[in-house]
């Protein structure tokens, strides 16, 4: 008996022709699996066309788009028990990227097709459901920075173009972390709050290994003195993360915790999964095991801390719960 599942694609996501791009997927997948093909539209969102497969017992639902339509349809899908299929057709591709899932249509429709999964975490960040990670300062402004029409003509590039610009206007902030047994205040250019992370946001590599089954959240603080301190901070990030090694910097701070509520002052841009949300305070709480998602690998590491070498900084030690 084949399988069956909803397969949401958005025919608007990236660069390649989107009517080749469903051909192709369902050369694919059709031998094995029975789709029911719903094209995401302005009045019909990914989000929405999965719940719609949820109200209908859909025995899977598969995405194909970009990070919005991936991430918008997986939040759907948190917690309903419904195995979830990710092909990537967008221009940063983190999503998949963040959970070992290969980029191209083939690749991906062959993870489907294995039928192995993996049940992950995922969290809520201000209500808002998060699969990935959400940023604020200098990557928000970055990815603000970052419109539809550099994306449609240089791809990923966009976000490096936007990057490089904006650390010509990078100012630190005072910050504030709480989590459910201490307070940490110090200064910062970039705070990332991540549930999983792909190697290219490099921002999110404070222990080098984010990972998406742990019940916790990776916080990574960035507090250089000045544009030339900043770049040396990505690019030790970059290298530590590439060897797997947590990093070392006076200006780079990190801990996990399975909750955190960020407080800055002034307030600062938030960016959640690639999408601009408003601007902080932030309260993100991990969902452990709240996604089952067919990925193949397995990621392992030990949980790390290091908030020594940030400037003025203050631990306060906090018993109650928030």
Known sequence: MKRSACLIFNPAAG????????????????????????????????????KQAIARSASAIIASGGDGTLSSAATAVVNSGIPFGVIS????????????????????????????????DTAFCNG???????????????????DRRAKNRFGVLAYILAGLQQLRQMKSFS???????????????AVTIANAAPPTSVLAQGTAAVLV???????????????AGAIAAVYHLFQTATAG????????????????????????????????????????????????IF???????????????????????KRDQF
Request: glycine fraction near 6%; charged fraction near 25%; hydrophobic fraction near 40%.
């Open 15 to 50: 660069q390649g022709n989107p009517d080749q791009d469903l051909a192709r997927i369902r050369a694919l997948l059709e031998p094995e699996i029975d789709l029911d093909i719903q094209l995401t539209s302005k009045e019909q969102g990914a989000g929405q066309l999965a």
């Open 89 to 120: 057709r967008g221009t940063a591709n983190a999503f998949a990227s963040a959970l070992d899932i290969p980029n191209s249509i083939d690749a991906a429709c062959a993870t489907i097709l294995e039928g192995h999964t993996r049940t992950v």
């Open 128 to 146: 808002r459901p998060m699969v990935l990670l959400a940023g604020i300062g200098f990557e928000a402004e970055a990815v603000a920075r970052a």
């Open 175 to 189: 910050v504030e972390i709480e989590t459910p047994d201490k307070i940490v205040k110090t200064r910062a250019a």
């Open 213 to 227: 089954d742990d019940g916790l959240l990776d916080l990574t603080v960035v507090a250089p003195s000045n544009i």
């Open 245 to 292: 090694d947590p990093a070392a910097r006076d200006d780079i701070g990190y801990l996990r915790s399975h909750q955190f509520k960020v407080t800055t002052r002034p307030a600062q841009r938030v960016v959640l999964d690639g999408e601009m949300i408003g601007t902080t305070p932030v309260e993100i709480r991990c969902l452990p095991q709240s996604l089952e």
């Open 295 to 317: 990925v193949p690998g397995h990621d392992d590491a030990q949980s790390t801390e290091k908030l020594e070498g940030l400037p003025n900084l203050v631990i306060e030690s």
